[in-house]
């Protein structure tokens, strides 16, 4: 990451590449921290801006991280799909790929979508939405999914990933008790419950 000390970004594409290197820094704390511990002034140094800098770009840590998701879920989007099987193996694959946008969907709604403006939240949706209409179009093109059904496949995919990340990921002294039978009952493995969840899903569309 870059350390150098900080120098304003003045065109488009040093704006550009200034705002990827503070979407990575965010990135690189997420994958080691809970959203509440980390900083905007650490992510600031990480990435070599000043925080006021930081602030240009993303007027509160709940939107830089909504924008995070949104640049994940535009390389989801873009992603290739496998062209044999179902759909549910398909976006299974897609997402157990995915950990980072995973675990930020976990949170998307008990903690991003907080402290936003109504003009932020609506942006924010739409582009969300703008997303989910280049998904379903291409499971309407490669899997055969009525529009309908494709929209809806995807909002219920995004409710059975917000659960299915939260069962798997127990506190340490929770995961530790759960190792040893009979309590191991409640051991959960993120990827085999997602792809019993789409299954399920899409059998019933």
């Not at 340490?172 to 759960?178: E, G, K, R």
């Amino acid at each position: 990451m870059n350390s150098c000390p900080f120098q304003r970004a003045r065109s488009p594409e040093q704006k550009a590449e200034r705002r990827a290197q503070i979407l990575e820094a965010a990135a690189l704390f997420f994958a080691e921290q809970r959203f509440a511990a980390i900083s905007l002034a650490a992510i600031a140094r990480q990435s070599g801006v000043t925080k006021a800098a930081l602030y240009r770009y993303f007027p509160s840590k709940e939107a830089l991280f909504l924008a995070l998701y949104l640049s994940e879920l535009d390389a989801m989007v873009e992603a290739p799909l496998p062209q044999e099987g179902p759909a549910w193996a398909a976006i299974s694959e897609l997402l157990i790929a995915r950990p980072l946008f995973c675990r930020l969907t976990s949170i998307l709604h008990t903690v991003l979508e907080h402290n936003l403006d109504e003009s932020q939240a609506r942006e924010f949706k739409q582009a969300l939405l703008a997303c989910f209409a280049q998904l379903a179009a291409r499971l309407q093109r490669d899997f055969a999914l009525e529009g309908d059904q494709a929209i809806r496949f995807l909002m219920q995919v995004q409710q059975s990933v917000i659960g299915c990340w939260a069962v798997s990921q127990p506190a340490p002294v929770v995961a530790s008790v759960i190792k040893a039978p009979p309590l191991d009952v409640f051991q959960v493995e993120f990827g085999d419950a997602l792809r019993t969840q789409l299954r399920a899903l899409q059998a019933a569309l």
